[in-house]
């Protein structure tokens, strides 16, 4: 699907542009020199996640229930197979976080540097509840991996309760689509509204189901009204409460079923670097960070304050982002390790990043 390629490498890009703009010292250094895109890298590119989303959700129903209702699934096996797809190079991109933290805290100070785990931190970032349990981040952005298996798992859950009840009741298949709908609008009109709930499924399903919904709308006989229809229930809740995150959800909604209605979505032209960057996208999003971190740390040894040179060093910080995430792809994400060697990947992050932050306090001592 290559409007999809296009799609997730711009969201790539952005949210590595966001980060470099918001975590310092090169964008403090650089900012004089373009104020105004500075500032807008550090406000408005994350809404880029916007993106990941609503296309999650979109595959999420090509997989899960390409004709709105539920294919036959156990969950069990399915919530394992996606947590285990996660959660190997993820914790591999932990690893790094926390090694490249502790060089980087020798070298400078800075509030972006991630302060030494403890055992806690690492099991709960391996478990993917460290938010949920109040913990620091040791990289940015991995808030959205555990977000992204809450959604799939709560997904999962409303389309496998109503398809057990359909094997006595064949009706009661049409639940599944149904729960999913009033979640998304539950979502939107409610949860999303409240920062209570950002750190649970429930506050970004309003973005995931507008992806779920488009696929089916677009799957529909008369798919441009359902399609006007669920960009109206959307635009009501930009009504109720203007959000611009979800204003970006309803735009790329409303792209991917229209793109599926017209047949772009699988013939649009995009360049061969283009779906490379799409391919590889998780791998940049996941060790992008460290990087950059690093990258930041050289260049403010050696040019603290020359703006031009700090600028460069951003443009550095993607590039090199986009390669090791290419390195990163190959060697850690797609390569084929067995599965009990991806299930030893959680309790290998816990073991070197606990060394790791005693090798680290040891040095500062």
């Keep these: 699907m290559p409007a999809i390629d296009a799609l997730k490498a711009f969201a790539c890009l952005a949210i590595v542009m966001h980060h470099l703009a918001f975590y310092g010292p ?50 069990l096996p399915v ?17 790094l976080a926390v090694a490249c933290s502790a060089v980087a805290s020798v070298w400078m100070e800075h509030e972006s540097i991630s ?50 009840l359909a094997e006595r009741r064949p009706a009661l298949a049409v639940v599944a689509p149904l729960l999913v709908a009033l979640l998304t609008l539950a979502s939107l009109f409610s949860f999303n509204r409240d920062a209570f709930w950002d750190e649970t499924a429930l506050y970004f399903f309003g973005a995931f189901g507008l992806g779920i919904l488009a696929w089916w709308a677009s799957s529909q006989p008369r798919a441009g009204r359902w399609l006007a229809l669920l960009t109206a229930v959307a635009v009501a809740a930009l009504v109720v409460d ?39 996208s998780y791998s940049v999003f996941l060790v992008h960070f460290p990087l950059c971190l690093f990258v ?16 460069l060093g951003m443009v550095l910080a993607v590039a090199v982002s986009v390669v090791g995430g290419h390195q990163f792809h190959y060697r850690v994400e797609s390569y084929p ?22 090798a680290a306090a040891s040095l500062a001592g």
Excluded: C
């Design 79 to 95: 919530l394992l197979q996606r947590y285990t797809r996660l959660v190997v190079p993820y914790s591999a991109a932990l690893l």
């Design 296 to 311: 930041n740390m050289l260049v403010s040894i050696a040019f603290p304050a020359n703006p031009v040179i700090n600028a």
């Design 115 to 164: 302060a030494a785990p403890d055992l806690g931190q690492l099991l709960a970032h391996v478990l993917l509840l460290h938010d949920l349990l109040d913990h620091e981040a040791l990289s940015a952005g991995v808030w959205y991996v555990a977000i992204d298996f809450q959604l799939f798992a709560l997904a999962i859950l409303l389309l496998w309760l109503p398809s057990r």
């Design 26 to 75: 090169m964008s403090d250094a650089a900012r004089p020199l373009m104020p105004t895109l500075v500032q807008w890298l550090d406000e408005y590119a994350r809404m880029a996640v916007q993106i990941f989303l609503v296309v999650s959700g979109f595959l999420f129903a090509a997989k899960f229930a390409p004709a709105g209702l539920p294919v036959k699934l156990s969950p």
């Design 337 to 358: 390790f067995r599965t009990r060697t991806r299930l030893l990947f959680p309790a290998g992050v816990v073991a070197g990043g606990w060394l790791t932050a005693l």
């Design 242 to 280: 203007f959000r611009a995150r979800i204003a970006v959800a309803t735009g790329v909604m409303l792209f991917l079923g229209l793109a599926r209605q017209h047949g772009f979505l699988n013939t649009l032209p995009v360049p061969a670097a283009v779906v490379h960057l799409s391919r590889i």
